[in-house]
């Protein structure tokens, strides 16, 4: 039953950062898609009917790892209390730019609403990245918790910290997996120039995209040996993102297609494969850090406490009666998104 929660909280980790990721791209690449005020208009209007919504998988995931792993949320609020800060006050400082944008239609806040919407959508990405970076290559765990500094220093004695050789290019690698799923959204939804903008950026991010993830998997294996070690032996994430790579590669074909024939089915189809590719990435790195929900990073000492799903876990019990309240609001919340993107299956005009 534990082992169903894990994989219950992942799933909802991962239908946000599909879902809110493409929200995030879109505000990251504003200025790259966008011209003219009507242009920029164009793309909020694309994300206006989900951007809200998206955030729930979010809280969602938050309220299940309280119901069934309370030990590792309990940890993660403690030691990534300055990034929670920090994202939430991005994800305020997007909704006012978003919704203040439409009531405040002065060029001097419109200007201002802009540049606070590419902001916060790249912040949020980076902030993101960088935490599960962090989950990925370790952290210095005790009976309290656990506590890193800023920066890793050598001469303070802190090997790794919440920005580092690691974390850093992993937040920037998350801020362009975002944009290109933003961008293959924006061409779906927009049309005109906005939608000729973003297919001839698709391309060209996919293979930035590309560069990066194997940049990653070279500073994994240096920076978090103990998981590029459990992504190598299980054949589980290594097929998982074997067909991510497959996923970025329709991404390319299906774009390139619909820039030659105009074809709103292959942007549509697009889209979908860079949804595919990020979740199956992220179904490799969840795949691989398991069953450990926090872990030491490799310069800890051997006997480095960790937390697993085996010690975070609640009465089997009380996972059972969750569950059965779990599937109720998951039905509703997928009903409710399917309904939505049904609503609004249309383009939107750059007008």
């Not at 060029?107 to 912040?123: I, V």
């Not at 210095?140 to 920005?163: I, K, Q, Y």
């Not at 698709?202 to 994994?220: D, F, K, N, S, Y």
Request: hydrophobic share 60%; net charge positive.
């Amino acid at each position: 039953m534990a082992d169903l929660w894990f994989a219950l909280v992942c799933l909802m980790l991962t239908a946000f950062v599909v879902l809110d990721g493409f929200d995030f791209g879109a505000g990251t690449l504003l200025y790259a898609l966008a011209r003219t005020d009507d242009e920029k208009r164009a793309v909020h209007a694309a994300i206006g009917p989900y951007w809200d919504g998206n955030e729930v998988w979010l809280l969602a995931a938050g309220g299940s790892l309280m119901v069934s792993f309370p030990t590792a949320l309990a940890a993660g609020l403690s030691g990534f209390y300055l990034g929670i800060f920090l994202l939430v006050w991005l994800l305020i400082g997007r909704a006012m730019s978003i919704e203040l944008r439409a009531h405040l239609p002065h060029p001097l806040f419109s200007s201002l609403f802009d540049f606070g919407f590419t902001a916060s959508s790249a912040g949020a990405a980076l902030v993101l990245g960088v935490a599960l970076a962090n989950v990925v290559r370790g952290v210095p765990l005790d009976e309290g918790g656990f506590t890193l500094p800023l920066f890793a220093s050598a001469a303070g004695g802190a090997e790794v910290g919440l920005l580092d050789a690691f974390t850093v290019p992993a937040g920037a690698f998350a801020v362009l997996v975002c944009a290109t799923h933003g961008a293959a959204f924006v061409a779906w939804k927009t049309s005109g120039a906005v939608r000729d903008r973003a297919r001839r950026l698709v391309p060209r991010l996919v293979v930035a995209t590309a560069v990066g993830w194997a940049a990653m998997l070279a500073l994994t294996a240096r920076f978090a040996p103990a998981a590029f070690a459990a992504f190598t032996h299980r054949p589980l994430a290594l097929g998982l993102a074997a067909l991510g790579a497959l996923a970025l590669a329709l991404v390319r074909r299906e774009s390139s297609a619909a820039a030659e024939a105009a074809a709103a089915t292959a942007d549509r189809r697009a889209f979908l494969a860079s949804a595919a590719f990020v979740a199956l990435v992220l179904g490799a790195i969840f795949g691989s850090q398991f069953p450990y929900w926090l872990r030491p990073p490799a310069s800890s000492p051997p006997s480095t406490a960790a937390i697993t799903v085996a010690s975070a876990q609640v009465e089997a019990s009380s996972l059972r009666t969750a569950l059965m309240w779990w599937m109720v609001g998951a039905s509703l919340a997928v009903s409710y998104f399917v309904a939505l993107f049904r609503a609004n299956r249309r383009r939107r005009e750059d007008a």
